[in-house]
């Protein structure tokens, strides 16, 4: 069993920052490929309506949504299990659930059925 903890949404205004982070238990956290997802209001609760955005593999790999690109920034601390989003210029459109996943297979990305472990979630409001 892996346990998955978000936290660091909250309200921005738009052009804020805001930085995520996601704690995940597991003591090959190292081997694990870590996403961000997020969940827009007004969608159904059902994982297929999660948004990628940004994935990091076992070794550094990362993928971005082009939405995100340029703006966010993804990256691991394997040492406190923790893997962080950094957003920048924050639009309202980014308003969202965001969810952190866990891939025991290492990957940055795979579909969202695939991921083994998620989070619950943390709310990011982008106000404007």
């Known amino acids: 069993q892996v346990q998955v903890v978000e936290s660091g949404g909250g309200l921005v205004q738009a052009g804020g920052s805001l930085r995520l982070s996601c704690a995940a238990s597991?003591?090959?956290?190292?081997?694990?490929?870590m996403g961000w997802f997020r969940q827009a209001p007004g969608k159904e609760r059902e994982l297929k309506e999660r948004e990628f955005v940004a994935g990091i593999s076992w070794n550094g790999r990362t993928d971005y949504a082009d939405s995100v690109k340029g703006r966010f920034t993804i990256s691991r601390d394997n040492a406190k299990n923790t893997v962080y989003l950094q957003m920048n210029s924050l639009k309202p459109e980014d308003t969202a659930v965001y969810y952190c996943a866990v891939d025991f297979g290492g990957s940055s990305y795979v579909p969202t059925h695939e991921y083994d472990y998620w989070g619950q979630g943390t709310q990011v409001t982008v106000s404007s």
């Open positions: 597991g003591r090959t956290f190292s081997r694990y490929g």
